[in-house]
């Protein structure tokens, strides 16, 4: 399977504890993006790779959230301390960015879905 | 960018044309109109985005209105398999902006056997 793919897809935790979540893009995309949904809404945007620079984040990437693209390849999401308002599905996107005049396709993963107790 | 409006929920009887209706009142000249769907626990997937003319590919037609004030997705023979939620997204540019796309909460469309 050559999408983006996303790991774990399901995760329990403990109010206050750390999670990390991964997210693994189509190889050849230079751009990776995080998204959060939660029930009955859309998908918001958190934050926002080109290659391996985070170019921008949302209002809703609080410090408790990190985002990292180490080599500009593979994603990692750290969420700490972790708040009952934080269970939500997160999804990440990839696209083929910097063309100009081209459009950049967003495919998605399938989310990890995070409930914290 | 600009907002849009979709309705909450629509119905489609199988085999039958869905007909689903967005509008953007605000949209600027060099804003384009993005439809994406969600299929129940996968990730959003693109389907069709336009500009000003009439666009078509193999999962629908993008219609809008000469005043680009609002558009309609077209999936000429539904089937069970088109149920999802459709957002309908304005977004200022592609290609060499960021690109993040600003979901509504878009149109749940329920295909009815």
């Known amino acids: ?117 | 960018d600009a907002k849009t409006t979709q309705p909450t929920s629509m119905d489609c009887a199988e085999g039958r044309a869905a007909n689903l209706p967005c509008n953007h009142s605000t949209i600027s000249g060099n804003e384009y109109v993005y439809w994406y769907r969600q299929i129940h626990s996968q990730g959003p997937q693109y389907i069709i985005h336009g500009l000003k003319n009439n666009e078509t590919n193999e999962m629908a037609s993008l219609i809008i209105t000469e005043d680009r004030k609002s558009s309609t997705l077209i999936l000429p023979h539904a089937t069970l398999r088109d149920t999802a939620v459709y957002y309908c997204i304005v977004r200022v540019s592609h290609g060499g902006s960021q690109g993040n796309l600003i979901f509504g909460k878009g149109t749940k469309l329920s295909v009815k056997p």
């Open chain 1, 1 to 117: 399977d050559t999408g983006v793919s996303q790991d774990p897809r399901h995760k329990i935790t403990k109010r206050g504890q750390n999670v990390t979540f991964r997210c693994d893009p189509i190889s050849e995309h230079n751009r990776l993006y995080w998204y959060r949904q939660t029930l009955g809404q859309g998908p918001e945007f958190l934050t926002y790779f080109q290659n391996e620079a985070q170019l921008e984040k949302s209002r809703l990437l609080s410090d408790r959230f990190s985002a990292e693209r180490p080599k500009g390849s593979f994603s990692t999401l750290e969420i700490q301390r972790t708040e009952q308002g934080d269970s939500a599905m997160y999804l990440c996107a990839s696209s083929l960015g910097g063309v100009a005049g081209g459009f950049n396709e967003q495919f998605f993963g399938p989310g990890t879905r995070l409930t914290v107790l």
